[in-house]
């Protein structure tokens, strides 16, 4: 349950009912006052007050829960840090020993915990928050291999004359290639396929 109505002979009486249903505290929540209430006159004509009580969205710990529960069920022991940047973007680092099983291959496991993850903090009507999950420093180290594979390849294109087909890869893999070598003067690169199987092509100018 993420809100409620509720009704109390004070707008502070409908709120602490609230608070005590959804079991949250006063700074985790919104309140919208739908009628203030009226004692009435000798007690005729009162009116209770209504309030609609909503839990604020709480990224960090929605991602923490479920990786929590994740990583408890694969047996593994976690310490999980979040930074939400600016309200738009969530950073997780998982630290710990043997979490070489949460990248798997080429990263496949990270990344779909990390597209899980962003489908569970978007969950409702709060504002889009994306996520990047990250372990052991994977996903820096994964760059810098790209670039180098990036470079390396735009010299056998340069040399050969010909294009450069590289494996398939996921679009934030792409990016990566792409822009390394967006300023090289003597290769353009270009993306085709369909996904999951869309890689890059570099050529030759």
Same mark, same amino acid.
């Given at each position: 349950m993420d809100s409620i109505e509720k009704s109390g002979k004070t707008?502070?009486?409908a709120i602490e009912e609230a608070l005590v249903i959804l079991n949250c505290t006063r700074d985790q929540v919104e309140v919208e006052i739908i009628e203030q209430g009226a004692k009435g006159f000798l007690g005729l004509g &009162?009116?209770?007050?209504?309030?609609?009580? &909503?839990?604020?969205?709480n990224p960090e710990k929605k991602a923490k829960e479920?990786?929590?529960?994740?990583?408890?069920?694969?047996?593994?022991?976690?310490d999980i840090e979040c930074e939400l940047d600016d309200e738009k973007h969530l950073n997780i680092d998982l630290k710990g020993s043997s979490l070489g099983v949460l990248i798997g291959k080429?990263?496949?496991t990270l990344d779909s915990l990390q597209y899980l993850i962003n489908l569970v903090v978007n969950k409702g009507d709060?504002?889009?928050v994306s996520v990047t999950l990250d372990t052991e420093n994977y996903r820096q180290k994964r760059k810098e291999t790209l670039e180098n594979l990036a470079y390396n390849l735009a010299k056998k294109a340069k040399s050969t004359r010909r294009n450069v087909v590289l494996e398939p890869m996921n679009p934030y893999e792409r990016r990566i290639i792409h822009a390394a070598l967006q300023n090289d003067r003597h290769v353009t690169t270009y993306s085709q396929g369909e996904e999951p199987y869309r890689n890059v092509v570099i050529s030759p100018k």
């Open positions: 707008v502070e009486e &009162s009116k209770l007050a209504k309030v609609l009580v &909503s839990k604020k969205n479920f990786l929590k529960e994740i990583t408890t069920l694969m047996g593994l022991s976690v080429r990263g496949q709060a504002p889009y």
